[in-house]
């Protein structure tokens, strides 16, 4: 089955600066690639998605690129904000799954310093 | 708020205890999750319902036992649960099978 591996486990950012999280995945028939954004005591919310037949994807501050040939994908947030500061999770699945078995990263913790 | 709607926020239990978990979606989606979040882990699928049906059980241990009367609600019973137990339960639902949207979450306390 798919194994997603989500790095770094926490990051630190200055305001104003960039973010960048990284997901690998094994199986290369994935080709739906989500991130969800938990803020503390909140539901995982979906801010940004990218399907395998795209390279990058962007939405105002967030962007996702995906590596098909190496099986990354990562997320890009720039000049970030406090508001920013969340547990990040990224996931991949097939599109032929029908059941939506989403593979999760164990989460990246951000914090975002004045 | 989302539209998938979880009761209660918080459970304590003990051991011997059954209780149950309960999901509502207001979405019109025909597929329902279970996922466990337990700390520094990968949120865990544990049952997938398809127009009432389960689809899917990732091994999930007989103490937990999964009921979708309906494609608006789910339930998850519980009985004789262990303190490793102790997580944080999420239902999701989806009409777009990859794009599920999730509730708060139970915070679940076994002791």
């Known amino acids: 089955g798919e194994n997603v591996e989500q790095h770094p486990s926490t990051l630190s950012v200055q305001e104003g600066d960039s973010a960048v999280i990284k997901c690998t995945y094994s199986d290369s028939a994935s080709n739906y690639f989500p991130w969800y954004k938990q803020e503390l005591g909140k539901r995982p919310q979906l801010i940004i998605d990218i399907r395998s037949n795209v390279g990058e994807k962007k939405d105002q501050r967030i962007a996702v690129t995906l590596n098909k040939t190496a099986k990354h994908f990562s997320l890009h947030i720039t000049e970030t904000q406090p508001e920013d500061s969340a547990v990040y999770f990224c996931?991949?699945?097939?599109?032929?799954?029908?059941?939506?078995?989403?593979?999760f990263g164990a989460g990246t913790q951000v914090v975002v310093t004045p | 708020e989302t539209g998938v709607t979880q009761t209660p926020r918080h459970l304590v239990m003990g051991m011997t205890n059954k209780k149950s978990l309960k999901c509502e979606q207001h979405?019109?989606?025909?597929?329902m999750y279970w996922y466990k979040q337990s700390a520094k882990k990968p949120l865990e699928l544990m049952f997938v319902?398809?127009?009432?049906?389960?689809?899917e059980n990732n091994s999930v241990p007989s103490r937990f036992s999964p009921e979708c009367p309906n494609s608006s609600h789910l339930f998850l019973h519980l009985h004789t649960l262990q303190p490793e137990d102790s997580a944080l339960y999420l239902c999701?639902?989806?009409?777009?099978?990859?794009?599920?949207?999730f509730g708060s979450g139970t915070r679940l306390t076994v002791v």
């Open positions: 319902y398809n127009f009432k049906e389960q689809t």
């Open positions: 996931a991949a699945s097939m599109a032929t799954d029908s059941w939506g078995k989403l593979q």
């Open positions: 979405l019109g989606h025909n597929a």
């Open positions: 999701a639902s989806s009409q777009d099978l990859q794009k599920p949207s």
